[in-house]
């Protein structure tokens, strides 16, 4: 077990002091960051528990809180990717479809894309394992394109139909009639009816989960909801029964994929929200951290052990993304704009059929690890590559709880890179990490230049145990002169749990020309659904005087296939006249022109947030390590680096590279012609000279 590794502040300053925890759960390691009133702070990292995933936060808090108090604890926050585990790996509920008679299949047929082109076995593209046909149940009845009843819901076939889905044992019901987010009448007489029939199976409707166009991915998402809400109502239980025994008073909060959190209550309510949260945490964190540095844009980068995040921040918010998938599924939910590389410290390094050199995709994982780690793994990775390098100590690798064989690094890479490329072991691993550094730009690149971004004035923020070795090298590849590194980068997701604010939203589809909707129509569904977003933070027990409101239309010229995002005046008294003027004025941004031509609103949505106030979070306090010096292989050349301990740097000092900077999560590589500098919350390196 890896233990806690911040400094923790005197006991007496300890005494019935608030706190805040947040425990984030990987694949690997469960993360959780402790922060008190007085803003210091406690990180901490446990193996995670596969098998369940709940145990994990049991052993964290016992670590967190030892024999204290759980009362002191006024907010319990929880980052999962059960949710989207469950949906990988098969282990949802079973679920059962009720659709418009003739529409039962659209969910095996989907967009009839190939994830693969050139495969010639594929695995299946659309979620057809999770309702095969004989679980798909067609009813007459017709909502028409205008939203007006075509055909009368046949209320005896919704009976028959649950009653044969009650005797498969079917535990949740989804619910996808056409039309229905423009009408939901049908939908909700439907869940009405099989309430009746078949007490305690849970019901999903896409008026609910997902009123928008385009009817596989609407009942995608809504065959997700409902698959999910057996498996995350057992899970959030256990959570609320282990934090329960602790003494914690303060409600559950769980993260979601926009990254605001929810109640368990309302995360019960729609728990395909959960999904695809795990970046959007990383991110939120990254977004923290550069605003309390100044910084309004800028680029995180999470290299964990398997993959490296990369993110966009702007405008002091992550970038948001409505086209998530999980898998080759479609899960229309807002999440953070990542791309995602396999790259990261346990990607293997390989010598492919043409004798180049490869690193990644395949990973050494946790089990057996890297060679270094002397637990069964015999391929060279990256991180063998960093202690071959001298940019990781062994000793200190992971607090000391998890040390390192040089030996075993050199022998690996000697093996299977150096001799095959007659080169030696040095060269092979400096090989290595240009190989992944090289990879890593790439991926900046993609959700930078790629998208008309020149990353050149934005900050760099790496994140995750690897970041702070590749970030120096990655900026100057990118022309990239400034990085902020967080004061906690190994559990950046945890920290993000902490700043994340409560928040909930509601939205309703149209799709009709905008000139054809009244305004006092407009207001008054605008009103609607802010109102039901205050009802579900009124639950939360936040009052009305905390929230912020926000209304965004997507919108299209008709003809169009795709929509763009339009902010709308909250209080706006013609809000069809800003959909029309405001999606002019984003088309013209985008794509550098725009026409004449009717402006459609496809759907409106409503988001209402609650931030709560905080301390800014600080390094924990701690006595002054001592500060050494090794030779180690740092912009391509072997130098004397002075090795930092970063609880030891005091508050505005600077130190010139090359140097190393480390501490118990992570470890950053200062190269000569770099400078850092240090901050309550975040170091700051800038570039000084080439």
Request: hydrophobic fraction near 45%.
């Amino acid at each position: 077990m890896v233990r806690s590794w911040a400094t923790t502040v005197p006991q007496q300053a300890e005494h019935r002091m608030e706190m805040e925890i947040g425990i984030d759960i990987g694949g690997t390691f469960t993360d959780a960051v402790c922060r008190q009133s007085n803003g210091r702070l406690r990180l901490l990292k446990v193996p995670s528990t596969p098998d369940d995933p709940a145990r994990a936060v049991g052993v964290a808090l016992s670590e967190l809180l030892g024999d204290g108090d759980g009362a002191a604890v006024r907010r319990f926050l929880h980052g999962t990717t059960v949710a989207t585990n469950a949906i990988l790996e098969g282990n949802t509920a079973r679920v059962a479809l009720i659709t418009t008679t003739g529409f039962g299949d659209v969910i095996e047929i989907g967009r009839m894309i190939r994830s693969v082109n050139y495969d010639l076995i594929l695995t299946p593209q659309t979620p057809v394992g999770l309702i095969p046909p004989e679980r798909r149940y067609e009813v007459h009845g017709r909502i028409g394109a205008d939203g007006a009843v075509v055909e009368p819901l046949d209320e005896e076939g919704v009976a028959e139909a649950a009653r044969q889905l009650a005797a498969e044992g079917v535990q949740a019901v989804a619910i996808c009639f056409l039309f229905s987010f423009l009408n939901p009448a049908h939908e909700r007489r439907a869940r009405e009816i099989i309430e009746a029939e078949c007490p305690g199976v849970a019901v999903s409707l896409s008026s609910d989960v997902d009123p928008a166009i385009r009817e596989y991915e609407r009942t995608c998402a809504t065959a997700f909801d409902a698959a999910l809400k057996p498996v995350m109502d057992s899970y959030l239980a256990r959570i609320e029964g282990i934090i329960a025994k602790r003494g914690i008073r303060a409600p559950l909060q769980v993260m979601h994929s926009r990254g605001g959190l929810l109640g368990s209550g309302e995360a019960r309510r729609r728990p395909v929200r959960l999904t695809l949260s795990g970046p959007s945490a990383a991110a939120i964190g990254a977004a923290s951290v550069l605003r309390q540095a100044g910084f309004s844009e800028g680029i995180s980068i999470d290299v964990g052990g398997t993959s490296a995040d990369v993110a966009l921040i702007s405008g002091g918010a992550a970038v948001l993304r409505t086209d998530g998938r999980i898998g080759s599924f479609p899960v229309r939910v807002p999440t953070a704009d990542v791309v995602a590389v396999a790259a990261g410290g346990g990607s293997i390094a390989w010598i492919d059929a043409t004798g180049a050199l490869r690193v990644g995709p395949r990973s050494a994982g946790a089990d057996p690890g890297p060679a270094c780690y002397r637990r069964g793994g015999t391929m060279p990775t990256v991180l063998d590559a960093s202690v071959v390098l001298g940019l990781v100590d062994p000793v200190s690798f992971a607090g000391g709880h998890v040390p390192l064989d040089c030996a075993a690094a050199e022998e690996a890479i000697e093996r299977e890179i150096a001799a095959p490329l007659g080169i030696g072991v040095q060269e092979a691993a400096l090989a290595i990490h240009r190989v992944i550094n090289a990879i890593m730009a790439e991926a900046v690149r993609q959700v930078t230049v790629a998208r008309g971004t020149d990353p050149r004035d934005w900050p760099l923020l790496p994140a995750g145990g690897g970041g702070g070795l590749h970030a120096a090298t990655i900026a100057e590849d990118l022309g990239m002169g400034c990085i902020v590194v967080p004061s906690a980068p190994g559990v950046l997701a945890a920290m993000g749990l902490l700043e994340a604010p409560l928040e909930h939203d509601a939205s309703r589809g149209y799709y009709r020309p905008v000139h054809q909707l009244a305004e006092d129509v407009l207001r008054a569904d605008i009103e609607e659904l802010a109102g039901r977003c205050a009802a579900a933070m009124t639950r939360e027990g936040v009052e009305p005087a905390m929230t912020e409101t926000e209304v965004v239309a997507a919108a299209s010229f008709v003809g169009q296939g795709h929509t763009l995002d339009v902010p709308v005046p909250a209080e706006c008294w013609e809000p069809g006249a800003a959909i029309r003027d405001g999606f002019i004025a984003v088309h013209r941004r985008a794509y550098g022109h725009t026409r004449d031509a009717p402006v459609r609103l496809v759907e409106l949505r409503v988001v209402q947030r609650a931030r709560i106030p905080g301390p800014p979070s600080l390094r924990a306090a701690g006595a002054a390590e001592a500060r050494g010096g090794r030779c180690a292989v740092i912009g391509g050349a072997m130098v004397k680096a002075v090795t930092i301990p970063r609880i030891g740097m005091a508050d505005g000092e600077m130190i010139r590279g090359p140097a190393i900077v480390e501490q118990a999560d992570s470890t950053l590589v200062v190269p000569a012609g770099w400078e850092v500098t240090s901050h309550p919350a975040h170091l700051l390196m800038r570039k000084v000279s080439s």
